[in-house]
């Protein structure tokens, strides 16, 4: 009799990608892929880090716009021609960190992936836990979530560059702290 969690994994993993790119972001294409190879996991959704401006509709998170994304670095013009749109809510500059979602087989599985995630992210937990899954959620912590924009003003020209700035420069942690924990699921998982 074919392993429920092998199923469960052959089944999830030939599904459509449902993020709203379509597909896996290039910065994390090699940890998924080594995540996914391993016997006793696989990844039920992963982001390499990215920045957006959102803008909030209302206070409702479900009711907020997606105005810019970006998995990469970025410039200040790209920031600045978004602003120049006319826009009448509430702008949000977040810079996001990597994060990973992996079902794991086992207690023990689990337990051997969040030793190995520690080692480069403070932020690593076990989100759910039941008799039928388990998953693991690995977030890096370098990240900037602040208000720009709303109907009343707009950040100036400084702030905006030192947003960029510092992003930037989370940005290029976050990249460090991926390959060096891919370098580890490859020797350790």
């Known amino acids: 009799m074919l392993d429920y969690f092998v199923k469960e994994k052959s089944d999830f ?29 696989y990844t039920t ?3 390499s880090g990215r920045i957006v401006l959102l803008e909030k509709l209302s206070r409702k998170k479900n009711e907020s716009r997606w105005i810019f994304i970006k998995h990469d670095k970025l410039n200040f013009n790209e920031i600045v021609e978004v602003l120049d749109s006319k826009l009448r809510n509430e702008v949000w500059f977040k810079q996001e960190p990597l994060i990973l979602h992996v079902r794991c087989k086992s207690l023990d599985a689990a337990r051997r992936l969040l030793d190995i995630s520690r080692k480069i992210f403070k932020r690593a937990g076990i989100i759910s836990l039941s008799d039928k899954k388990i998953i693991v959620e690995i977030i890096g912590s370098e990240r900037i979530d602040t208000i720009i924009a709303n109907k009343n003003f707009v950040a100036d020209e400084d702030n905006i560059k030192n947003l960029v700035k510092y992003s930037n420069e989370n940005f290029e942690e976050n990249r460090k702290k991926s390959e060096r924990f891919l370098k580890i699921v490859r020797s350790s998982l």
């Open 45 to 47: 959704s992963s982001c």
């Open 13 to 41: 993993l030939r599904k459509k990608d449902k993020s709203r790119k379509g597909h896996i972001d290039k910065d994390a294409v090699k940890i998924v892929n080594e995540i996914n190879s391993r016997n006793d996991y």
